[in-house]
């Protein structure tokens, strides 16, 4: 596993002082997206209050044995680097089949021209190198995706 930069831990912690939360609360910390430009590109997303959803893949969760995302969830979200930018609260999450993925929800995603028509464009492939990467497995538009929606809590 890799160390947490110390920026997410200082991040939390400020971020304790100014809320009703103790710094005990669970969260987790990551990027989005699977490189170092996707990653810092979409963290200014949801800096600058264009992106409120993101999207992975259900299998994938199993695959690299991590618990699914759940309303109420904290996370500090990083630039590729590691180093913390904001933290979100998960507060909405909806699985269906990739075929199925709303307007809405692409819309909120906050990426490209906000057509859903861009979206599994941009999604389909991701999700084909992300199901490489761990499973070798093939993509399929039926596949299930976890759609979830969060708000930003700190900058």
């Known amino acids: 596993m890799e160390k947490e930069h110390p920026s997410v831990k200082e991040m939390w912690e400020k971020f304790c002082k100014t809320s009703e939360l103790s710094n005990e609360e669970k969260y987790t910390s990551w ?7 996707s990653a810092n590109e979409l ?10 959803a993101t999207a992975s893949l259900y299998d994938i969760y199993g695959y690299i044995k991590e618990s699914l995302p759940k309303v109420g969830d904290y996370s500090v979200i990083t630039d590729w680097e590691g180093k913390a930018r904001c933290i979100i609260r998960t507060t909405s999450v909806e699985i269906v089949p990739f ?5 809405e929800f692409a819309r909120k995603e906050g990426e490209g021209d906000l057509s859903l028509s861009y979206w599994r464009e941009v999604h389909r492939e991701f999700f084909k190198v992300d199901l490489e990467e761990t499973s070798g497995e093939k993509f399929k538009e039926d596949m299930l995706v976890v ?9």
């Open 99 to 103: 075929k199925e993925v709303s307007e």
């Open 43 to 52: 963290v200014e997303l949801v800096i600058q209050g264009g992106k409120r």
């Open 31 to 37: 990027p989005f997206g699977g490189n170092e430009k």
């Open 147 to 155: 759609c979830e929606e969060f708000e930003v809590l700190f900058k």
